[in-house]
């Protein structure tokens, strides 16, 4: 699949997004889908994977919510509460799952483990 994100701006302290990314091609529901950040300097991190479960990065949990409408082949990623260390660029990502199991949490909160990325939306925001 090719992903498209989009849904970034620029938005208070305590603001709310939401992102949303689309997937083009077949079998989407067999894809385990997930958002990673990156923020200038950092390291691209985790923020929340799902399959047959729902996994978040502890900062963001009761926060952010992932959630995906396989007839639409869309993956969204609310964001509320929104802190000014949320600002980064923010990428969603597909990874096909093979086989009766569902990958685990490490697999799934690793970028590694992902042969599909959307291009990034930045999120900014402001204090």
């Known amino acids: 699949v090719q992903l498209q994100a989009s849904g970034g701006g620029l938005v208070q302290a305590g603001g709310s997004l939401r992102l949303s990314c689309v997937a083009s091609g077949r079998a989407f529901s067999s894809y385990a889908v997930a958002w990673f950040r990156q923020a200038p300097g950092k390291e691209r991190e985790f923020v929340a994977a799902?399959?047959?479960?729902?996994y978040y990065e502890d900062s963001v949990k009761g926060r952010f919510t992932i959630s995906r409408d396989n007839a639409k082949n869309t993956v969204s990623l609310q964001m509320n509460s929104l802190k000014p260390e949320d600002t980064a660029v923010y990428y969603c990502?597909?990874?096909?799952?093979?086989?009766?199991?569902?990958?685990?949490?490490?697999?799934?909160?690793?970028?590694?483990?992902?042969?599909?990325w959307g291009q990034g939306t930045q999120v900014t925001v402001s204090s």
């Open positions: 799902l399959y047959w479960s729902t």
């Open positions: 990502a597909a990874r096909y799952v093979v086989g009766p199991s569902a990958p685990t949490a490490v697999i799934l909160s690793s970028p590694h483990q992902y042969g599909q």
